[in-house]
Structure formats: C-alpha cells, structure tokens
C-alpha cells in the first residue's frame, strides 16, 4: 500500500521554463511535506517542506503548493535551470508515534538547455 | 556546521555475512533514522532513535538492529546478509522538535 506517489517517472523541460512536480498522498494523518532532491551517488537533498496547515510555500525559485481536499500536492521551480536536472523525491510525516519519512517513487527531471 | 556524514561509502559482502554502517549525525541533532533504498525507489524507513532507545521501526525484520551513542552518532547492523539488502542505506539527522531530516550521502551495499 503506497501512501505517497509520484506518478511520472520523468518529465522534461527547457531552461527557463516551468517545472512542475507532483505528489498524491492517501493518508489524511499526514501533517508535514517535505521535497528533496537527489544526484546520483549522492543522499537527497532538503528543498523545501510545507505544514499541512498552510496551502503555498515559497523559497526562492521553488514553490510547493498543498491541497488537503485532493490531498496533493505540487513543487513548482520558476525559472528551470540545467542544474535542476535530478530526481526529486515527495515524503510525508505525521502518520504514526514517530516523525518517520513516507517516500514517494521520485521523478527525474530533465532541464534541457 | 558539519552535515551528517556516513562510512564507508561502498561495501561488498557475501550473503551469510554480517554488516555494520556508521553515521554521524548533524551538528545539533539528536535523533537519527535510517532508511532503505532500492534501485528504482524511495527510500524506505528501516528504524528512528532519540536518545538511545530505539523510537519506532518500519517493515523490516529483527536482522536488522541498531544503536545509538550518547553523542547522537548511530549504526546500522545487519545479520545474514541477503541478497536483496543491496541497496543504498541513508542515515538522516534531525533535532527531535523539527520535521525536516537531513541525510547523510548514504553507503552502498552490495550483496553477492
């Protein structure tokens, strides 16, 4: 039973332009997002992470943007850039007793130039 | 500020064996998790502890233990090795009243 997923394996993109990252969750426990992003050979990174009791967060180029009614949520990064280029991985908290990391499957962006 | 760190960052074994990862965590943290990462997946949540007791675990069986040290660094044991356990191991810091956990490069492990 995956309670986080991300549906498209991949998506690409050019410079510049918008890259737009989905996520469904299937549990309403969960009360923390958190986005991250992973090179190869390396652990991921934090990006940005939003509380269940806000709709929108935004650091810089990227946006994450969370609707508990369709329980989904979306990372936006305005303007793409080829450093962009990685797997971004959705992760949800509050599930249960610990603040453990539900993971979705991860989406390779590709940022062409 | 040191980040979290792990060692080593590549292993091979044979299946049978016993396997132990280490991970430092993140200046200021005192709560450490570990998690599980197959090619093609996320990663997926083996155990937690704060202050040295273990603080919930996922679906993974008793082969696989762990411990924690008073100044918050960790290790990951793995009994009988098998050959699904190759994978990538990540070990993520954070301090026990925040959310965001920060993970360390990870140690690849493979099995044969």
């Known amino acids: 039973d995956q309670q986080v997923k991300q549906n498209s394996p991949s998506l690409s993109v050019q410079e510049g332009r918008i890259s737009i990252l989905n996520c469904d969750y299937t549990n309403s426990m969960f009360d923390y997002f958190l986005w991250y992003k992973k090179y190869p050979a390396e652990g991921p990174t934090f990006l940005i992470s939003?509380?269940?009791?806000?709709d929108k967060n935004e650091d810089g180029r990227f946006t994450v943007f969370l609707n508990k009614s369709a329980k989904h949520l979306s990372l936006h990064i305005v303007p793409s850039q080829p450093g962009d280029s990685a797997v971004y991985f959705c992760a949800a908290s509050g599930g249960g007793a610990t603040n453990k990391l539900i993971f979705g499957t991860g989406t390779l962006l590709a940022v062409q130039p | 500020e040191t980040g979290v760190t792990q060692s080593p960052t590549h292993l091979i074994k044979t299946r049978g064996q016993q396997v132990t990862l280490r991970c430092s965590s993140q200046s200021g943290h005192n709560t450490v998790s570990w998690y599980q990462q197959a090619l093609g997946q996320g990663p997926q949540f083996i155990f937690q502890?704060?202050?040295?007791?273990?603080?919930g675990r996922g679906n993974f069986p008793p082969r696989f233990s762990g411990l924690q040290f008073p100044n918050y660094s960790s290790e990951l044991n793995v009994n009988a090795l098998e050959l699904d356990d190759s994978a990538l191991y990540l070990c993520?810091?954070?301090?026990?009243?925040?959310?965001?956990?920060?993970f360390g490069p990870g140690t690849r492990l493979l099995v044969l």
């Open positions: 993520a810091s954070q301090d026990w009243y925040q959310e965001t956990q920060y």
């Open positions: 502890y704060y202050r040295e007791e273990e603080n």
């Open positions: 939003i509380s269940s009791i806000k």
